[in-house]
């Protein structure tokens, strides 16, 4: 990823660090640099009690050179009960999904 790129990423990061699903904010954005960040996220959303009327962005890099596999960040998800509801391009190098809680709920663990 570009180092502009990884900048805006880190940009929104610290503008979003206190303004999570945590703290009551509607938008949480999560940007996920490589595939180890996934279990990142996990390990965040197992803390959090993210509602039905809050929203997971998860921002990562996109085309063949994408370090976060965009199949394996959607079964990950989906085994806690977020389904992914929209995507929109940030550049030509990032991408952001919106996840959005299903029927059931989030659930606080995870198969291995």
């Excluded at 929104?12 to 206190?18: E, I």
């Excluded at 279990?39 to 009327?53: I, R």
Aim: hydrophobic share 45%.
């Amino acid at each position: 990823m570009a180092r502009l790129e990884r900048a805006r990423c880190a940009q929104l990061a610290q503008k979003t660090a206190n303004t999570g699903p945590k703290f009551g904010a509607k938008i949480w954005i999560a940007p996920l640099h490589a595939a180890a960040d996934i279990d990142w996220l996990l390990d965040e959303l197992a803390t959090l009690q993210l509602q039905s009327s809050q929203q997971l962005w998860v921002v990562r890099g996109k085309g063949p050179h994408a370090l976060v596999n965009e199949s394996l960040l959607m079964a990950a998800l989906r085994q806690i009960r977020l389904t992914p509801s929209k995507t929109a391009s940030i550049s030509d190098s990032l991408t952001a999904d919106r996840y959005a809680i299903a029927r059931g709920g989030v659930s606080s663990s995870r198969t291995q």
